[in-house]
């Protein structure tokens, strides 16, 4: 059975684009618009992994993830950060938030496969 793998982005062609990657490695992805729709969907459903935008209107994926690790039956879900801002202190901001590793928009199917790999069971 291929893993399961939550896609948050709000953006519908980077949604697209990584839902085809992960598809292509053998995956199973799910995408969720937001943060809401993520949490709606992490209730109702069982992930392997999450792949959250850093950066989305309203909720965004740093307070996603700090909520994903203060939820009990989620706290040991991967949390790879996507983000196309690379500001000084965003590698310690994922970090702080939870995330377990952070890749920068756009990114190669090379870094995504090594990424869900290195962190998928």
Known sequence: MAYQI????DHPGTAHITSVLCRGEGYAPTVATNADEA???LRREQFDIALVD???PGMD????TRLIRATPQWEGLPVIGMTAVATPTIRQDAVAAGMDKLIFKPFEIGTLR???LRLLP
Do not use: F, K, P, Y
Not at 6 to 9: A, P, Q, S
């Open 6 to 9: 939550l896609i948050v982005d």
């Open 61 to 64: 994926g740093l307070t996603l």
């Open 54 to 56: 850093v950066a989305m």
């Open 39 to 41: 949490l709606e969907l």
């Open 114 to 116: 090594m990424s869900l």
